[in-house]
């Protein structure tokens, strides 16, 4: 439900980061409070080319099922191949952490 976002503008702006933040664990949230076991695999593109995922999800310590469900999705498809366009992407010099 939420594609991915390049964090620069995240970084720069904390009301954004902290929405996008609440956007994402408003779906894994309630599994990591039930203890649930989840993996995410690629599963297409938005329109605007960023890459999203889907999320199985298992009942507690059922982590091979979870593995296993996620396994046999990549092996009937082939997103797990594709990458995105990155093209717009800079290569930025690094920049010491504060």
Not at 20 to 39: D, F, P, S
């Amino acid at each position: 439900m939420v594609p991915a976002r390049p964090l620069e503008p995240l970084v720069a702006n904390h009301d954004a980061y902290r929405e996008y933040n609440l956007k994402l664990n408003r779906n894994a949230g309630i599994g990591n409070v039930l203890g649930l076991c989840g993996v995410s695999v690629p599963c297409g593109f938005t329109t605007d080319g960023l890459p999203i995922g889907v999320t199985v999800t298992a009942k507690p310590f059922d982590e091979a099922t979870a593995l296993r469900v996620a396994y046999a999705y990549e092996r009937a498809t082939s997103w797990h191949e594709r990458r995105p366009d990155l093209s717009w992407a800079e290569p930025r010099s690094a920049k010491p952490m504060v």
